[in-house]
């Protein structure tokens, strides 16, 4: 047990004599940097950090004003998803009253519809346009199956739209 204590003690007193002292180093380099400035190499040198903590700060502001922008203009994306799903049904509704139902009842719906959707608009709510024989777009369109295709024509183009895509501004949603 006393040769364990022995040993750690040799070994701290090796630790110690082996490290440098970095405080020292530390000043004389700085004094050995400050000899060697002249006053306007000095300045030259504070101003250029100057110009460069000023250049990094604009960036900052430019960065967090763009960061607070796009958090406003698509901060209500979840609403608006969650809203999609409604417009969807509405539409299915006004085809399903369109073929059986009476004019009236249609006149209805469809103000309310587009009431909704006008609004949804307003908000920043872009349909995608998208036929049958467009070409798929992975960025825009999302595939439900593949079918092979009836003549060569067809290859990787949209054969059905089931449901509509929209954009909230830029983005898909």
Known sequence: MDENKDLQEEKTTTQEETTPNTENSATENTENLAVELTPEEQLAEEKDRYIRLYAEF???KKRTLKEKMEFAQ???QNMMISMLGILDDFE???K???KFGKEEDLKGVEL???KFKN????K???TIEVKAGDLFDVDFHEAITQIPAPSEDLKGKIVDVIETGYQLHD???
């Open 92 to 94: 299915r509704a006004l």
């Open 119 to 122: 609004s949804l608009i307003e």
């Open 124 to 126: 920043g709510l872009k």
């Open 112 to 114: 309310i519809y587009n």
């Open 58 to 60: 604009e960036n900052y």
């Open 96 to 98: 399903e009253i369109a």
């Open 171 to 173: 983005r898909v949603i």
């Open 74 to 76: 698509y901060a209500n």
